[in-house]
């Protein structure tokens, strides 16, 4: 029996990628691939996770009983969402404690949005409208990358993340239905998460290193420019109707190009939030480690009550 070549494995997987093959887990699959996608996914893990924090802040803080139902199930669904996707890089031969002590350790990165405060019940608004609007973006297209267990937790998640989406913008809406007072609420929780929502679809094309292998393989299907301006299209109708002025002076339809041209995105800022240097950096690790702490008597229950469950079944 013949035993194939790196190169000739590798020039096969390319071949199943182009054909729109779906990777799954058993596959052989080179070791960048795999590398990558840990990277990826494990940085969208953590961003669920770390997003629950900016949220989490408004929940004794809702305005009604109502609200604060749906921001508690929201919350919810993206601690799920983490889960999906921490068991998603598992099958990538990575364990989930492995890259919790990652996160805990501020070695790993998640995305830079949830850097930012939230300083009025605007900005729970402005999350659901922009932020879950963007990851949706971003989203849908992943949910037919060429890694299946990733493509596949996708698709639950936007399905989440849509109802998500249109909670936020049903109180922005309600809130530019309200007195003055609301609405300069609303509209300067606008003007303080509008360009870091840009900034979540990852640096210019010409500045995106991991670009080229991921769109190679399909785990990207478009680049980080092509997303953001999909998601400035669609969002800027989205703000008229509600009475909402996004914050850029160079926003305007463009007749040619049949997109919204936009002002430049401060990538200084940017640079600064994901190595470390936002506003909220040191509390979310803060308070990401605390929970993992208070937390160790739930996961040793777990161990234990699993390991004795496996004895039982040994034993019978
Ligand atoms: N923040 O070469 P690229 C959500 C890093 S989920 C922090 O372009 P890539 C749900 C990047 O990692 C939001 N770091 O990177 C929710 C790389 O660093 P490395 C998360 C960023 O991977 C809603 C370096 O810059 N979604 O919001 C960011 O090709 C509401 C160079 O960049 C995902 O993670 C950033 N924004 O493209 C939860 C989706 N952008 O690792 C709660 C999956 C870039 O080389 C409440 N991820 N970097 O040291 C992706 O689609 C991609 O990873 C990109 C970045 C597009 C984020």
């Known amino acids: 029996m013949s035993v194939k070549s790196e190169q000739q494995l590798e020039l096969e997987f390319q071949q199943r990628i182009d054909k729109g093959e779906v990777i799954e887990p058993k596959d052989w699959m080179p070791e960048r691939y795999r590398k990558q996608l840990i990277r990826m996914m494990s940085q969208h893990a953590h961003s669920e996770v770390v997003g629950m924090l900016p949220e989490g802040n408004w929940i004794t803080r809702a305005p009604s009983l109502r609200r ?12 799920g969402h983490g889960l999906y996707i921490y068991s998603g890089t598992e099958t990538l031969g990575v364990s989930r404690d492995q890259l919790v002590e990652e996160l805990n350790s501020g070695k790993a990165k998640y995305s830079s949005i949830f850097n930012y405060p939230t300083l009025s019940w605007a900005d729970i608004g402005a999350i659901g409208w922009l932020v879950d ?17 990733y493509a596949r937790a996708m698709v639950r998640i936007c399905k989440e993340e849509n109802f998500h989406h249109k909670q936020g913008y049903e109180i922005l809406a309600t809130l530019m239905k309200g007195n003055e007072e609301q609405r300069a609420m609303a509209q300067d929780s606008i003007n303080r998460w509008w360009w870091p929502s840009l900034m979540m679809f990852g640096p210019s094309d010409k500045d995106s290193p991991n670009s080229a292998d991921l769109l190679r393989w399909k785990v990207k299907r478009y680049s980080n420019d092509e997303l953001r301006q999909r998601f400035i299209d669609r969002t800027v109708p989205q703000a008229m109707n509600i009475g909402l002025t996004l914050p850029d002076p160079d926003l305007k339809w463009n007749e040619e190009t049949q997109h919204y041209d936009f002002g430049p995105i401060n990538w200084e800022e940017f640079f600064q939030v994901i190595n470390g240097h936002g506003i909220c950096n040191k509390e979310r690790l803060k308070a990401r480690k605390k929970a993992h702490s208070e937390g160790a008597w739930v996961r040793e229950a777990a161990t234990a009550y699993a390991h004795k469950k496996a004895g039982k079944m040994i034993a019978a």
Request: charged share 15%; glycine share 10%.
């Open 68 to 79: 604060k139902c749906v921001l508690l199930a929201k919350v919810q669904d993206e601690g």
């Open 133 to 149: 609007g963007a990851a949706i973006v971003n989203q849908t297209v992943l949910a037919k990358c060429s890694y299946g267990p």
